[in-house]
């Protein structure tokens, strides 16, 4: 176990709960494609949705590996991440080399039996990670772009969960909101970095583990995650006017985890250095938990006043809740068949 542990370590499966990022497109395939998830195909959905997050997870520790073994010549300059497997001598390189391209041909292989649509979104994020590690791009060593290159993960979970329910690939979520998760992960991101550009605490010694610690300062990272932040914001209000207004609910609370996280960020040595822990911060999961399931109740209810107050269109996919007056017209275009049957308040 001595010999095959650290080969488990550098395939990082602590950090496999970032795939619960899925959940939001898991999310909207529930709220877009009603008349598919049905009481009848629910096993079928919960073998993708197992199947799914199999797949994500192993294409993402290919993902990892070759991660711990470019990051090696610098991770030896970093006052913790010397200690890992590869930096101290525990790992065969050829070795694991192996073990990236034998998770990659795993989890690609399980993503092709999915559809093409889930197949290419897990492609696209193992591409993304050869892209953030491999030289001469490696965009993990350019300021900014090490930041927006590694959050496009976040958009690229949220397909893997649309598509884990759905295969047909004409069917995508709204762009607004894949944009808005973008920025989102940015954000987070974004505060990583600051965090731990405060806790290296030296400049040169900072810049020897990552070439864009050189340019780095905690103003510029401030100013960044501020623009993702407010980013972030304007797309999700666009997909909120634009395709259930009665989100608007939500904004307050998925406020308050920006400035939740934001504070847990702002900590010395804050664990946002360490995302794949988050779940330890009982308060920040809380939180979360609570802001993703008002979420998703907003998703299925309808509040005609709302459309009114907003000058709005109502909603085109089929709510399961009604609170107020039924009578509210609908754009004969996008109205569906079936409101007589919906539920109400």
């Not at 591409?127 to 965009?139: E, K």
Request: hydrophobic residues 50%; contains cysteine; charged residues 15%.
């Amino acid at each position: 176990m001595n010999r095959v542990l650290p080969y488990i370590q550098i395939a990082r499966p602590d950090h496999w709960f970032k795939n619960v990022f899925m959940l939001l497109g898991v999310v909207l395939a529930f709220f877009y494609l009603q008349e598919t998830c049905t009481l009848e195909s629910w096993n079928v959905m919960i073998y993708r949705l197992c199947l799914g997050f199999f797949a994500t997870c192993i294409v993402a520790s290919s993902n990892y590996v070759i991660n711990e073994i470019l990051d090696a010549p610098t991770d030896r300059s970093h006052p913790t991440k010397r200690n890992r497997p590869i930096p101290s001598g525990k790992v065969s390189l050829p070795l694991a080399y192996f073990l990236w391209l034998f998770l990659a041909v795993i989890g690609l292989g399980a993503s092709w039996t999915l559809g093409k649509p889930f197949f290419f979104s897990a492609l696209t994020l193992w591409i993304m990670g050869m892209i953030y590690n491999i030289p001469p791009v490696r965009s993990k060593e350019w300021i900014y772009l090490d930041v927006i290159s590694e959050s496009v993960n976040n958009p690229l979970r949220l397909l893997l969960g649309w598509y884990a329910i759905t295969d047909v690939s004409a069917q995508i979520p709204p762009i607004s909101l894949i944009i808005s998760y973008w920025m989102v992960g940015a954000f987070f991101m974004a505060t990583k970095r600051f965090a731990e550009l405060r806790w290296i605490g030296n400049k040169e010694v900072a810049a020897a583990y990552r070439a864009s610690f050189r340019y780095y300062t905690e103003t510029n990272l401030l100013v960044s995650m501020f623009i993702y932040a407010v980013a972030s914001a304007l797309f999700l209000g666009v997909f909120i006017v634009r395709y259930h207004v009665e989100l608007i609910f939500s904004v307050p609370f998925l406020a308050g985890f920006f400035g939740y996280y934001l504070y847990i960020g702002l900590k010395p040595d804050s664990p946002v250095q360490h995302p794949e822990h988050l779940y330890k911060e009982t308060g920040l999961m809380m939180y979360l938990f609570f802001c993703t399931v008002l979420f998703f109740v907003l998703m299925f209810i309808r509040i005609p006043v709302m459309h009114k107050i907003f000058n709005v269109e109502s909603t085109r996919v089929p709510e399961l809740w009604t609170i107020g007056e039924e009578n509210f017209p609908r754009n004969p275009e996008t109205s569906t068949n079936g409101d007589d049957s919906k539920n109400s308040f």
